[in-house]
């Protein structure tokens, strides 16, 4: 493993997903996931998200149309929170529904604006 890889990785990981959401998913892993939980902050995380090439902010609008068209729906919610917290604002965000509705299918896009209002309300609570 490359220490320094990996730790580039916790630290992209972290900024876009959360602190707390990174730090229970890494504390909860176990013998069977744990060499996973180190693939995602190496390769992921290090490798792809570190490369400054594409800035995060786009990269996150990517995921959010590539999950939405595979249909990872958990994923597509946790991946929002990080769009959002990379800078998407929200009429981005509608923008990139839009998008997904067109390319994905009305169905994908019901969905995700479905989980998009319920993000944004959860995120609104909070401040």
């Known amino acids: 493993m490359d220490r320094e890889l990996w730790e580039k990785g916790l630290k992209a990981r972290k900024s876009t997903l959360g602190a707390e959401y990174v730090e229970k998913s890494l504390s909860t892993a176990d ?6 939980q180190d693939m995602l902050n190496e390769f992921c995380w290090g490798k792809i998200w570190g490369d400054s090439t594409i800035p995060p902010k786009i ?5 959010l149309t590539m999950l939405a068209s595979l ?11 990080g769009a959002l917290n990379n800078g998407v604002t929200q009429d981005e965000l ?5 998008q997904i509705a067109i ?10 604006f479905r989980i998009a209002r319920k993000v944004l309300a959860e995120r609104s609570a909070k401040k």
């Open 31 to 36: 013998s069977f996931n744990a060499d996973f």
């Open 59 to 63: 990269r996150s609008m990517m995921n």
């Open 71 to 81: 249909g990872r729906m958990h994923e597509w919610e946790l991946h929002l929170n």
């Open 94 to 98: 509608k923008a990139i529904l839009h």
């Open 103 to 112: 390319y994905a299918g009305f169905p994908a896009g019901v969905e995700c």
